[in-house]
């Protein structure tokens, strides 16, 4: 049996052994979402619900395996998601963000997870948005579209988040699979203090696929492209500081899938990543814009291999970084600048 379903086990024997029957307290710090068993949440959105926002310590919510065919909202701070098991406990919906858009004025809703709320963990679960998996190309109507004749092309490619923050800082998300066949799929959003944690997750989508905004670390991750010019993208243009690190991370995909983009100010460091033979021979590029880029080029490599032979452009350039770290600093704590350290609780 694997660690985190050992550690699953335990809590579930702790908390739920005990708070079954007071699940509907207000002030429950353990909840249990089942599909199957009595006296639990049949659905995860009505646990996060029962939750009193008043009452700031933690909760875990426990996810038993199953599919929940939920759309997410997390309002509310300070919990912990952990699924029985990330292959069978799933979260899922089928949503395109242009279609999202021609009846919403914002992106609140758009994906399978939407998150405002802070100091969130999720462990354990598989994330998806299978719009792109279930729909061809098609044109609908669009009320919000009045240039177009109120009518929009959806792409089978376009935008098709699986988890999005909106003011959300000190996310973790650990152990999880974020799958999407369009672009987005993982969009941590906040460019003035996100701070953003991934370990041991696979992320699959299109286009900048893994787009965060402010400071995001991932380590251990697999990332796996299956259509679109870029798997990762950054904005960290409110702060010459914010940067994207991905360490221990391997990147696959289509035939000539290409490593990464960015069209506003970025800091991009890859180190001791691993890249499949089929990865163009393609830096990390910038997209022509208008925006003004403060800070120039900012792409930094350490000890990167490609199955099949290195590319000379993720050669080792660590030294060219402003205040250059030793490749062995170069950790969470690092990123986050010590005002937060993920590896605890």
Not at 68 to 74: Q, R, W
Not at 86 to 114: E, S
Not at 120 to 146: A, R, W
Request: aromatic letters at 14%.
């Amino acid at each position: 049996m694997e660690k985190v379903n050992i550690k699953y086990f335990i809590l579930l024997l702790m908390f739920c052994g005990t708070y079954n029957n007071l699940l509907y307290a207000a002030t429950i710090d353990t909840l249990h979402v089942s599909k199957s068993k009595p006296h639990c949440f049949k659905n995860i959105q009505d646990a996060i619900n029962a939750i009193d926002s008043s009452n700031h310590h933690k909760h875990v919510i426990l996810i038993d395996a199953g599919t929940y065919k939920e759309k997410i909202y997390i309002t509310k701070n300070n919990i912990q998601f952990f699924g029985e098991d990330k292959a069978t406990t799933i979260i899922t919906q089928a949503i395109a963000r242009d279609i999202w858009r021609c009846k919403n004025a914002d992106d609140w809703g758009v994906a399978t997870v939407n998150i405002s709320g802070s100091d969130i963990t999720i462990e354990n679960l598989t994330i998806q948005n299978t719009y792109g998996f279930d729909n061809n190309t098609m044109v609908v109507p669009c009320e919000n579209d009045s240039l177009n004749n109120f009518s929009k092309t959806i792409r089978k490619d376009g935008h098709q988040m699986a988890l999005r923050t909106f003011a959300t800082t000190r996310l973790k998300v650990l152990n999880c699979i974020l799958e999407a066949y369009g672009g987005d799929t993982v969009s941590p959003w906040n460019v003035n203090d996100g701070m953003f944690f991934f370990k041991d997750c696979v992320m699959m989508g299109g286009v900048d696929f893994y787009c965060p905004r402010g400071w995001a670390y991932a380590e251990n991750c697999t990332f796996v492209a299956t259509t679109g010019p870029a798997c990762i993208w950054h904005d960290g243009s409110a702060n010459e500081d914010a940067k994207t690190v991905l360490k221990n991370c391997f990147f696959e995909g289509y035939d000539g899938f290409m490593l990464g983009r960015f069209h506003k100010d970025a800091q991009f460091y890859l180190i001791n990543c691993s890249f499949a033979k089929n990865m163009a021979n393609k830096p990390i590029y910038l997209v022509p814009t208008n925006n003004i880029i403060r800070w120039g080029y900012r792409v930094y490599y350490y000890n990167c291999h490609k199955d099949g032979g290195d590319y000379s452009w993720f050669k080792n350039n660590l030294e060219t970084a402003r205040d250059a770290p030793l490749p062995n600093a170069i950790n969470a704590n690092w990123v986050f600048g010590n005002k937060w350290n993920p590896y605890l609780n």
